[in-house]
């Protein structure tokens, strides 16, 4: 296997290295974080905590665990940022990034029409100077985390 950045930062947050927007949740297999190289904010991403490329790599905990989550993060996406509803997509094609990772993208209630559906990939992997700040990522984390939907306690 080729190097996976995922893993890579998968090892940042069990090593206590990450910020704020990169480790917002950590439940039993995943972890939820703000995608780094976005220019919508609220873009999560639950990421799988061991290596795996394929969503039939799951385990039955696994898959049940993401269910969960991908509805929790829409709920608190939607209260948080004000989004009409989330896109849910998985590919895990990127090379840096050959690991199963679940974008939650919230849809904006303006955007643009060539943004809607799958065209809302166009807002990542943006220059560095249209990215979400991490000011403003580590805001959003901190909201998420405090959101009924999401706060274990």
């Known amino acids: 296997m080729t190097a996976c ?3 890579e930062l998968t090892r940042r947050r069990d090593e206590g290295q ?11 297999g995943w972890d939820l974080v703000h995608a780094y190289d976005t220019s919508l904010p609220g873009w999560m991403v639950l ?7 394929s969503v039939a790599a799951l ?8 269910g969960g989550l991908v509805r929790a993060v829409s709920v608190a996406l939607e209260h948080v940022t004000g ?7 998985q590919f895990a094609e990127h090379p840096l990034h050959p690991h199963v990772h679940v974008h939650v993208i ?7 029409a ?23 990522m580590s ?15």
């Open 5 to 7: 950045r995922t893993c």
């Open 18 to 28: 990450a910020p704020v927007w990169d480790c917002i949740i950590r439940a039993d």
């Open 47 to 53: 990421v799988l905590r061991r290596h795996a490329d």
């Open 59 to 66: 385990t039955e905990a696994e898959a049940i665990e993401l």
């Open 83 to 89: 989004c009409l509803k989330t896109y849910v997509v």
């Open 106 to 112: 919230p849809r904006p209630a303006r955007l643009a």
């Open 114 to 136: 060539a943004e809607l559906g799958p065209g809302i990939f166009a807002r990542l992997g943006v220059p560095e100077a249209e990215r979400v700040s991490e000011q403003q």
């Open 139 to 153: 805001r959003i984390a901190e909201a998420l985390r405090d959101h009924d939907a999401l706060a274990r306690g």
